[in-house]
């Protein structure tokens, strides 16, 4: 399509290359590590098309190609582009904040098992709670910090409490739940403090400090898990914002499930029936909201289900059902009850990753932000008589 | 604490909102394409006065426009479409959204002048100078979680850079892929509209540069008449594809600080044909967050009361 020319700038070469390997035609899926991939790819490198149909393209995305309609098999959509550049910045946030997901989401279920211990008289499920709510809480505070452009300004979050602004109400939640959980975790040193002296007042003082910092951090902890679906749903990334209903679900879900593999991979058979309901509800919210996000979202859907983000997910779903599976079936077993509770934990991290990673995706490719809004124009258009 | 009902989506003046006393009418760009030459004094203009770092050399083959798109060191970007449009319906409504072609520019001779005469196609070259839109609903500034954004007593958007941590938020938010994070420095960073030249009473950079006019700068009610003007106008010389894009306080952003005028849909410019301000539906968000919250807090009960073992 273009004339020889005499070589150009490096970032053109790829551009064209690209163009030329991959055609016009729109791949079926991304490739591998393509636009779903690579973190710090937040350049400005074309995707795969850059306009479609240029004749008679006026009816919008049903191009004349194949009919149907808001199907699993989303149609061909046609749309017009800025040499294909993407129209939104894709988010800055690196794997970091994905994994971020993961460790708030595993603090607060741990939390949730371990004042759920406390209060039923299961100490393995209480101890093993408290101490991953704290280790979990804490990565996520580096995770969160370490991918802040400028970290050492981390505190300016504390300027402000907003409403509007999901991450300023999640740093509140953080901070009013982190200590909570640190505290717990900290009173289970109790019983190896000497028994007299000043470290026994603290010994005989700190049960009871516990017991009311674990009640606190559990009342936070459905908050620290759910405030990151609206964290991710109030953006412009078109994925992750029509997925706004879902994304609370699935990830209380996760954190409901993380929490139960805690429980199940570090108490004794025997206390462990409580992380074995836990694993099952969460593993229902989260199968049922990734589901929905899956199928629900027409084109929007797309991301999640092809490419990396498909792959991740694909895989949490595997993980969650025999992960369940084992956690009912093999409730005499202390190994598969490890098992499961590993599945489950691997579970809730692929599919944070792949709710993050479908998210950008759709971000990164033009298709996903123009489709929608033209075809809401074109739909207002003919509602509303003869407007434009 | 929302005072205006109109305070997350809906017509709204920004500064009263924002809680300015005696606010001064709100200030805007009107960017009318239909005369821009694509000439980027814009970009130099703005570059130098605000001091933006360069982003290096590059040669994109996006015709002449070699910044690409609006970054954290290009606040202004001039886009150049070249599209194809047979002569006989040259002045006629070309069909609408066809999209950037790519012609072969830049090139030594114009297309075609190397291929012979019947390889040689009437084209039409759309010029854009592309800017922060200062939306009335402004994403980037409700989510931003350290109160780095603010909103100015002139109604525009900006970010205070000794505020700004880097979070990424607002990079995410902005549903016209506006701000951005600069690299080598980790803040976001955005066109300020020459929030301290506005102070100074002077005109900002880019509009001072403009040598056609292109870029108009005033308060916005009056860019708006003036926008309405130039439409009608052009109308009846016969450019029926001339349309506004920004203007209308009842659109998804409450409308734009700075609108456009516009001579195909906006997608072929790059701009999003219908963006929404993601904050539309932040209180229904946070009731399905609740009821998540609910949900979890339900199950675990039950986990531990219910069961045998």
């Known amino acids: ?388 | 604490m929302l005072p205006d009902p109109n305070s997350l989506y809906g017509p709204l003046d920004p500064a009263p909102d924002a809680g300015y006393e005696d606010a001064p009418p709100r200030m805007g760009f009107f960017t009318d394409t239909s005369v821009c030459i694509g000439c980027k004094a814009c970009e130099v203009a703005c570059k130098e006065w605000n001091g933006v770092p360069q982003s290096g050399l590059d040669l994109l083959g996006m015709s002449y426009d070699n910044t690409g798109a609006l970054t954290a060191n290009s606040w202004r970007h001039v886009a150049f479409v070249e599209q194809p449009r047979p002569a006989d319906v040259l002045g006629a409504p070309v069909a609408d959204g066809a999209g950037p072609q790519f012609l072969g520019m830049p090139g030594s001779q114009p297309p075609g002048r190397g291929s012979g005469a019947e390889d040689r196609t009437d084209f039409r070259w759309l010029m854009m100078s592309d800017v922060c839109k200062h939306c009335t609903h402004a994403a980037c500034l409700d989510v931003c979680p350290t109160g780095s954004l603010f909103r100015t007593e002139f109604g525009t958007v900006v970010v205070q850079e000794d505020i700004c941590n880097g979070c990424g938020y607002c990079i995410s938010a902005c549903p016209y892929g506006v701000i951005d994070q600069r690299k080598d420095d980790g803040r976001a960073w955005k066109c300020t509209l020459c929030y301290d030249r506005l102070g100074a009473g002077q005109t900002p950079a880019c509009a001072q540069a403009c040598p056609t006019e292109s870029i108009q700068y005033g308060p916005l009610e009056e860019l708006r008449e003036r926008a309405a003007a130039r439409v009608a106008t052009l109308h009846e010389r016969g450019v029926p594809e001339a349309r506004l894009y920004g203007h209308d306080p009842n659109d998804g952003v409450g409308g734009d600080g700075a609108f456009f005028l516009l001579l195909d849909e906006p997608e072929v410019y790059g701009l999003p044909p219908d963006p929404v301000v993601t904050t539309r539906d932040l209180p229904k968000m946070w009731k399905r967050a609740g009821l998540a919250a609910l949900a979890m807090a339900a199950a675990t009960v039950a986990a531990f009361v219910g069961g045998s073992s």
């Open chain 1, 1 to 388: 399509m273009s004339p020889a020319r005499p070589p150009v700038g490096d970032r053109f070469r790829r551009f064209r290359d690209r163009l030329a390997a991959e055609g016009s035609d729109r791949p079926e899926a991304p490739r591998q590590g393509g636009p779903a991939g690579t973190d710090d790819q937040a350049d400005l490198t074309p995707p795969p098309q850059r306009t479609a149909e240029l004749p008679g393209r006026r009816t919008g995305r049903r191009g004349g190609r194949r009919g149907g309609g808001e199907e699993l098999r989303v149609p061909e959509a046609t749309f017009t582009s800025y040499y294909g550049r993407p129209i939104l910045k894709a988010p800055v946030w690196k794997w970091d904040i994905a994994a971020y997901l993961f460790t708030g989401g595993l603090a607060a279920g741990s939390s949730l098992l371990a004042a759920g211990g406390q209060l039923t008289g299961r100490p393995a499920l209480r101890r093993a709670g408290r101490v991953t709510a704290l280790a979990a809480v804490s990565a996520s505070a580096v995770f969160l910090v370490k991918d802040l452009g400028r970290p050492a300004r981390f505190h300016h979050m504390l300027r402000v409490a907003k409403p509007t602004s999901p991450m300023s109400m999640g740093t509140w939640i953080l901070t009013a739940y982190g200590p909570a959980a640190g505290v717990a975790a900290i009173a289970e040193a109790a019983g190896r403090l000497p028994r007299h002296g000043r470290f026994g007042l603290v010994g005989r003082a700190l049960p009871s400090v516990g017991h009311a910092a674990g009640l606190l951090a559990a009342g936070a902890a459905p908050a620290l898990a759910t405030y990151t679906g609206v964290l991710l749903a109030d953006t412009a990334v078109p994925s992750w914002h029509e997925a706004y209903p879902e994304l609370p679900v699935i990830f209380a879900g996760s954190a409901l499930a993380s929490g139960a593999g805690v429980g199940l991979l570090a108490a004794p058979p025997a206390q462990a029936g409580p992380a074995r309901r836990m694993a099952v509800a969460g593993a229902a919210l989260e199968l049922y909201g990734t589901h929905r996000v899956e199928t629900r979202l027409g084109l929007l859907s797309e991301p999640y289900r092809v490419g990396r983000p498909g792959r991740l997910l694909r895989a949490g779903r595997l993980l969650t059902v025999s992960g369940v599976a084992g956690a009912l079936l093999g409730r005499r077993s202390r190994l598969v009850g490890a098992l499961s509770g590993t599945a489950l934990l691997a579970a809730s991290a692929v599919t944070r990753f792949g709710i993050f990673y479908g998210g950008v995706a759709s971000a990164r490719d033009p298709r996903y932000t123009v489709v929608p809004q033209r075809e809401r124009v074109n739909a207002r258009r003919t509602g509303g008589g003869s407007g434009g």
